[in-house]
């Protein structure tokens, strides 16, 4: 699938990963529909997205909540004329030892609220994006790519039992629609970054920074547009479904 003139939805679009694929997809000739809770640096990817001369809309919505996606993949139907691609990066960390304890004595555990704060947006807003995604894609007819955004961490990652919980079952889910949907040619397939240079890693300590990097053989976090790249390749590579590929610089957890 060629990225030019096609209609692009991209979930926590407003800074990071997500803005990183916004502008590559808009540099590529895409028009890109935004989504996230932040509409100020939302409108910013938007303008940043605007100035390579495409079509960009921002679309204040939480990917946890069923009507929120319901309403805005209808108005992006509406608004651009169709829906080609999704790309499902939105997600937060709720970090915590599953069970915190010293010399027998228990000091803290991960809450239901951290657990379930996760799982909401991290895959049960993957699932609700896709699903309605899809249903529009099929009514088109025209087929269409879903990339789901998971993490090295779905190997599991100590102190993210939440987090490397919904990443894996990220992945899980991209087979199973990559299976389900192909025989209406809708692609699907995840993209799992390692350590990469986002806002959250600007504000690690610098010994909490050089630890991360003794794990990374090529002794560097990754770029969010090195990310971008990946999903870039995964639509336009026609062949490429139900598989995740791994941006992490030979890291492993």
């Given amino acids: 699938m060629e990225l030019k003139s096609k209609v692009a939805v991209i ?10 694929i916004a ?32 079509t960009a809309r921002a679309y204040t919505a939480s990917v946890a ?35 915190k304890a010293k010399d027998g004595a228990i000091l803290d555990k991960m809450s239901l609220a951290q657990w379930q704060a996760v799982i909401d947006v ?20 025209k087929g269409g790519v879903i990339i789901n955004i998971s993490s090295l961490s779905r190997h599991g990652n100590a ?4 987090y490397s919980a919904a990443k894996a079952g990220v992945t899980a889910m991209t087979v199973v629609w990559a299976k389900e949907l192909s025989r209406f040619n809708i692609r699907a397939a995840a993209i799992a970054p390692g350590f990469i240079a986002t806002d959250i890693v600007s504000t690690m300590r610098p010994e909490m920074l050089d630890k991360a990097l003794r794990s990374v053989p090529l002794n560097r976090p990754g770029t969010p547009d090195e990310v971008a790249k990946a999903a870039q390749f995964v639509v336009e590579n026609d062949f490429v479904t139900g598989r995740c590929i791994d941006v992490d610089g030979g890291m492993r957890v």
């Fill in 65 to 99: 909540k069923e009507d929120d996606v319901t309403r805005t993949m209808e108005a992006v139907v509406t608004d651009f004329g169709s829906l080609d691609i999704l790309v499902n990066n939105a997600g937060i960390i709720r970090d915590a030892l599953m069970v």
């Fill in 23 to 54: 502008l590559r997809f808009a540099q590529q000739g895409a028009n890109i529909a935004l989504l996230d809770l932040d509409p100020q640096a939302l409108e910013e990817t938007r303008q940043q997205c605007a100035a390579h001369g495409i």
């Fill in 122 to 141: 991290n895959l049960t807003g993957v699932f609700l994006c896709a699903r309605e995604a899809a249903e529009r894609m099929i009514k088109a007819g």
């Fill in 159 to 162: 102190g993210q039992t939440n």
């Fill in 11 to 20: 979930t926590g679009a407003a800074r990071g990963i997500g803005r990183a």
